[in-house]
C-alpha cells in the first residue's frame, strides 16, 4: 500500500508539472557551434560547464523548469524499479580502497585497485605515452551516488513493467514495448538480452537533442593527425517518447513504420569532411534493417551504406556505426541479421568512471590524456555478444553496464583472430535536478593501428521538431550553401 500511494502521488506530479511541460511558444533554437563552444572546447580545457549554467543559457526558464523534477521522488521512483541503491550494495571488494586521490604511481601502494578496476581501466590508469591516448595517470575517488531518471522516464517504466516481451530466442517482440526501460531487473534465460535491450532503448540525453561533437585523432606516437574535427548532430526519439511533445510516437510514419530513432550528423570540420551527412534511421523490428545514408560532399551523391558499412570506422576516427559514440553498443539484434550468442560473464562492482556533475573534465592536447577524471564504485554487468557470423569483423563484444543506469560505458571489441581490436570509453555526466545523463569525454581506440580518437560532446534539447528537421533533403539545401 505504501509504495503505490508513492507512486499515485509521483503520478499526479507529473501530471501537475506536465501543465507547464510543453509550452506553446517554446519554439526550435539550434545555437550555433560558436555559441556552445564559449562555454566549453574540446581540449585543456577545465571549466565546469554544467554548474556554470551551460543548460540554463540555451533554454528560456519555462522551457528549463519543464524538465526539473523532485530530486527526492526520482530517487525514490527509480530505486523501486531498479530495487537497490547502489550506494547500499558496492564496498565489498578491496575495501581498503577509500575515497581520495590517487596517481598511477600508488598502483605499487594498493594492490587492492588491480582487483577493483576492470583490467582495461588498470592498464590505462597509467603515465600518458604511446601507443594509445585516453590514459589517466591521476584519479580522485569519490563515495558511491545514487543517479535516478526523471519522473516520466520513471513512470512509463513502472507503468509498463513485465509488458515487453521476447519470442523463444530471446528477441524482442516489438509490438509489446510502449515506453521506458523494457527491462528494469534483467533475468531469466535471456537476462544478457535483456540488459542490451536496455542499453538500446536508452533515455540519453533528451528527446529531441542538438549537439557538437569535436574530436582529435593520435597516430601511435601521440603525434595528432587530426585536429578538433567537428560535427554537429540533430538526434530524436521516434518511439516510447515521454518528456517532449509529440508523447508516444513522433508522428504517423514512425508508428507506421516502427521506427525507434533518427540522427543525422553534418561534418563541419576538418575542411576536406565539411558537407558530408550522415542519416541513420533503427527500426524496432529486429527483422528490419537500420536505415544508414551518407551524402558526399566531394561527389554530390548520397549513398546508402550496406550492413558491411556499420562494421567500418567513419570520418577518419575510431568510431563505428555498430559500436556507437556513447559507450560502444549499438549493434541491431537480430537473429538473421547479425546472429550472436549471448552470456552474463559478469555481476560485480567495479572502480569506473563516475558520472561529472560538474562538466570539468577535459582532455591534454599534447598526451591526449584525460584530466580531472573522478571514479566511483558501481555495481557491473559484464555481456559478452559473441559474433556467429564468420564474415563480421569482430569475433565477440565484451559490454560493461551500469545495473543502476543500465547503460553501458565501455566495450571491448575483438577481431576475428581473437585480437582486442577496438574499445569505446566513455564518461558521462548526470543533472541532477533533471535526471538526465548526458556525453562527457570519449576515448575511441584501434589497437591493431594504435591509433585514438578523443573528444568532448556538448548537448542541449531542442523544442518543436518536425520530420523536414530530420530529412535528408533539408541538409543537402544547407551543405551547398
Known amino acids: 500500500m505504501k509504495k503505490a500511494s508513492i507512486f499515485i502521488f509521483l503520478f499526479a506530479s507529473i501530471i501537475l508539472i506536465g501543465m507547464v511541460t510543453y509550452p506553446a511558444a517554446a519554439g526550435k533554437k539550434k545555437p550555433s557551434i560558436a555559441e556552445m563552444k564559449k562555454w566549453k572546447v ?30 527526492p521522488s526520482m530517487k525514490q521512483a527509480w530505486s ?69 531518471y526523471s519522473l516520466p522516464v520513471a513512470m512509463a ?19 509489446s514495448y510502449s515506453a521506458g ?18 542499453m538500446l532503448k536508452r533515455y540519453l540525453p533528451w528527446e529531441n537533442s542538438f549537439s557538437i561533437s569535436v574530436l582529435n585523432g593520435y597516430d601511435k606516437n601521440l603525434r595528432r593527425d587530426m585536429v578538433d574535427a567537428c560535427s554537429d548532430a540533430l538526434e530524436i526519439r521516434l518511439s516510447g517518447r515521454v518528456q517532449m511533445a509529440p508523447i508516444g510516437w513522433f508522428d504517423k510514419r514512425a508508428a507506421d513504420q516502427g521506427e525507434e530513432t533518427a540522427s543525422i550528423y553534418f561534418f563541419q570540420a576538418p575542411r576536406d569532411q565539411y558537407g558530408n551527412i550522415s542519416n541513420i534511421i533503427t527500426y524496432i523490428s529486429p527483422e528490419k534493417l537500420d536505415s544508414s545514408l551518407m551524402y558526399l560532399a566531394s561527389l554530390r551523391r548520397v549513398r546508402k551504406m550496406t550492413s558491411t558499412d556499420t562494421q567500418d570506422a567513419f570520418g577518419g576516427t575510431d568510431a563505428d556505426q555498430d559500436s556507437g559514440h556513447i559507450g560502444g553498443f549499438a549493434q541491431k539484434m537480430s537473429p538473421n541479421i547479425y546472429p550472436m550468442d549471448y552470456k552474463v560473464l559478469e555481476e560485480r562492482e567495479y572502480l569506473v568512471p563516475a558520472h561529472s556533475l560538474d562538466g570539468s573534465p577535459y582532455i591534454d592536447s599534447e598526451s591526449g590524456e584525460f584530466k580531472l577524471l573522478e571514479f566511483e564504485r558501481r555495481p557491473v554487468w559484464v555481456v559478452e ?51 538526465m545523463f548526458l556525453i562527457g569525454v570519449t576515448a575511441l ?21 518536425n520530420r523536414n528537421d530530420i530529412a535528408m533533403g533539408s541538409l543537402l539545401r544547407r551543405s551547398t550553401k
Open 42 to 71: 574540446p581540449m585543456d580545457d577545465p571549466r565546469p560547464y554544467i554548474q556554470n549554467g551551460f543548460y540554463k543559457h540555451f533554454l528560456s526558464d519555462e522551457q528549463y523548469m519543464a524538465f526539473v523534477y523532485d530530486v
Open 80 to 148: 523501486e524499479i531498479v530495487g537497490f541503491k547502489a550506494p547500499e550494495v558496492v564496498g565489498k571488494i578491496a575495501p581498503e580502497i577509500k575515497p581520495g586521490k590517487y596517481s598511477y604511481k600508488d598502483k605499487q601502494i594498493f594492490p587492492g585497485l588491480k582487483e577493483l578496476m576492470p583490467e582495461y581501466f588498470y592498464e590505462m590508469f597509467d603515465k600518458p605515452g604511446p601507443p594509445v591516448a585516453g590514459k589517466f595517470s591521476e584519479i580522485i575517488i569519490i563515495p558511491t551516488r545514487q543517479y535516478y
Open 157 to 175: 517504466t513502472k507503468k509498463h513493467d513485465g509488458q515487453t516481451k521476447l519470442d523463444d530466442a530471446g528477441y524482442i517482440i516489438d509490438s
Open 181 to 198: 526501460y523494457p527491462f528494469p531487473r534483467p533475468s531469466g534465460n535471456f537476462k544478457a538480452q535483456q540488459i542490451l535491450y536496455n
Open 385 to 435: 555478444a559473441k559474433e556467429l557470423d564468420k564474415n563480421y569483423i569482430y569475433s565477440r563484444r565484451v559490454v560493461f553496464l551500469d545495473r543502476e543506469t543500465l547503460v553501458s560505458f565501455m566495450s571491448m571489441n575483438y577481431d576475428q583472430q581473437g585480437r582486442l581490436y577496438r574499445t569505446a570509453l566513455n564518461t558521462r555526466s548526470f543533472l541532477p535536478d533533471m535526471g
Open 445 to 465: 581506440t584501434d589497437h591493431i593501428d594504435q591509433h585514438t580518437t578523443v573528444g568532448t560532446a556538448l548537448s542541449v534539447p531542442i523544442h518543436g521538431l
